[in-house]
Each structure stands twice: as structure tokens, then as C-alpha cells.
């Protein structure tokens, strides 16, 4: 026997039965609503995203540029006052540090620089030599590697 309900809904493709409202009355719209609003994101309104963009760009402009006037007017402070208080940057004392600086290279020189060949450990096979003999077999050994 045939289902009355599977014979009305293979022929018609209504989601309600014949005699009911619709399921849901606020999809139902009247001739006095007028034309309905479009949905959200469905019209993109160009101008005011390229406006946006435009903004945000003069923005991030804007921004680099009071950072870079603030930059320069730091150094140029910070300039004036090197000029004006050399004690604070050096000065005087620059004098007494740049000798004491030159007293240790010169011992420091001495110490790695005018080695004379020698065993520092004969057991581990640890030899001292002139720091600039060893760059020069360290350079010698990487070059043979290209």
C-alpha cells in the first residue's frame, strides 16, 4: 500500500504539508517591508576600506616620524652634554684610562704575542706558540678546506 505522506512529499518539495502555515512566520515578508536590507559583509564598501587603509598607513607614518625626531633630539642632548660636562663622558679621566688601556695591551702583547715555542703539557701534546704564528696555521688549515 502506498504511504499518502510519501506520495506528497515525492511530488512536491514543500517542507511543510499541504494546510499548515509556514514553519517559521519571520522568513514570511509583506509588500509594505519594502526591498530587504542586504546582509552584512554581502556589499563591501570600497572607500571606506581603502579609507581605512589610507589612515592607518599615515598612521604608522606619523608614528616613525615623532620616534625619529625624538631620537635626534635625544642625541643632540645627550651631544650638548658631552660638551658641556666631559667629566661625565671621559674627559680628563679619558686621558688616565686610554694609558692604563695601553700599559695592558702592551703586557698583554708580551704574553701572547712574543712566545718562544715551547711545551705547555708534553703529556697532553699542548704546545704555546706566537698568537700570530697560531692564526696564521689556523687560517693555512681552513683554506685547504674550501
Do not use: C
Not at 674627559?91 to 715555542?117: D, I, K, S
Not at 704546545?127 to 674550501?146: N, S, W
Request: charged share 20%.
Amino acid at each position: 500500500m502506498i504511504n499518502p505522506l510519501e506520495s506528497t512529499m515525492a511530488t512536491t518539495h514543500d517542507s511543510t504539508h499541504a494546510g499548515q502555515e509556514h514553519a517559521d512566520a519571520w522568513h514570511t515578508h509583506a509588500a509594505t517591508e519594502g526591498v530587504p536590507q542586504a546582509a552584512h559583509t554581502e556589499e563591501v564598501p570600497a572607500f571606506r576600506v581603502l579609507g581605512l587603509g589610507i589612515l592607518l598607513w599615515f598612521g604608522v607614518v606619523v608614528t616613525i616620524a615623532v620616534i625619529a625626531v625624538y631620537y635626534l633630539a635625544y642625541a643632540n642632548d645627550l651631544q650638548i652634554s658631552s660638551e658641556e660636562y666631559p667629566e661625565r663622558f671621559g674627559g680628563e679621566n679619558q686621558a688616565v684610562h686610554t694609558g692604563q688601556l695601553q700599559a695592558r695591551r702592551t703586557v698583554l702583547e708580551g704574553q701572547f704575542m712574543n712566545v718562544t715555542p715551547a711545551w705547555a703539557d708534553a703529556e697532553m701534546g699542548l704546545v704555546t706558540i706566537p698568537m700570530t704564528k697560531a692564526m696564521d696555521k689556523v687560517v693555512a688549515r681552513y683554506a685547504d678546506r674550501k
